[in-house]
């Protein structure tokens, strides 16, 4: 029976746990992690922590870089399909006036699988507040896997709340972007992009500051941090 790949946990950064779940898997099975940042573009080969007949479970190295990603699992000489992770995901907006806003207001966008190394550098009181960001981080992961999104809201809430500002220039070159886009004109209408605010900037929260002369209106949005 082939390995069928039927759904992977969208965020595989350095660390933590990567699931993957399907069908035709067995104890010769390992899986396949590769980057489409790495320079030597090479997959790597984990040994899983588990495997079942629909699930195996490995471990992200923690010289995994951030970004897009994909996923294979490999049985013998069998290869499984190939899924993508790290791909940033919106779960829900709020806006200065609650589900929307305002030109010249401010955009939360709550969602996951954003690079860890876009968050914002703790600030200079984060010999205190690491412990607290690391709890809030995993809080909000184990609330991820749970589809909870209730929990993961507050956790994110509470991680912005932390706040944290720097300068570091490779931090700022992978700040999530977002596109705005006026609902049923496309291609008629520039979309905006806008850039994140650092301030409160967490794996799983960002805020934009929206332009003062937007046109009103509704809007589609996406998120990146490549664009």
């Known amino acids: 029976m082939l390995p069928l790949l039927s759904w992977v946990s969208a965020v595989a950064h350095a660390n933590q746990t990567l ?5 035709g898997f067995s104890a010769s099975c390992v899986v396949e992690l590769s980057s489409s940042v790495s320079a030597t573009k090479q997959p ?10 629909n699930a195996v479970t ?19 000489v069998e290869r499984s399909n190939t899924l993508p992770v790290n791909a940033p ?7 200065s006036c609650g589900n929307s806003t305002v030109a010249g207001g401010a ?4 969602g996951d699988a954003r690079p860890a ?14 412990p607290r960001r690391e709890e809030l981080e995993a809080e909000a992961a184990a609330a991820l896997r749970r589809r909870d999104y209730g929990a993961l809201a507050a956790a994110s809430a509470r991680l912005a709340a932390l706040g944290g500002a720097g300068s570091d220039s490779a931090a700022a070159a992978t ?20 850039s994140a605010q650092r301030a409160g ?8 500051k929206l332009p003062a002369d937007l046109a009103s209106g509704e809007y589609t949005l996406s998120m990146s941090s490549d664009d």
């Open 117 to 130: 190394a876009a968050a914002a550098p703790p600030a200079a009181s984060s010999g205190a507040d690491a």
């Open 201 to 208: 900037l967490s794996q799983y929260h960002a805020q934009f």
């Open 44 to 53: 790597l080969t984990l040994a899983p922590l588990s495997v079942e007949a």
């Open 107 to 110: 955009l939360r966008v709550f």
């Open 58 to 76: 490995v471990t992200v190295p923690p010289t995994f870089p951030p970004g897009a990603a994909t996923v294979r699992v490999v049985c013998g």
């Open 89 to 95: 995901r919106v779960w829900w907006v709020q806006g």
């Open 175 to 194: 700040l999530p972007r977002l596109r705005l886009q006026l609902a049923g004109v496309v291609g008629a209408t520039p979309a905006v992009v806008l």
């Open 19 to 23: 699931i993957a779940s399907g069908s």
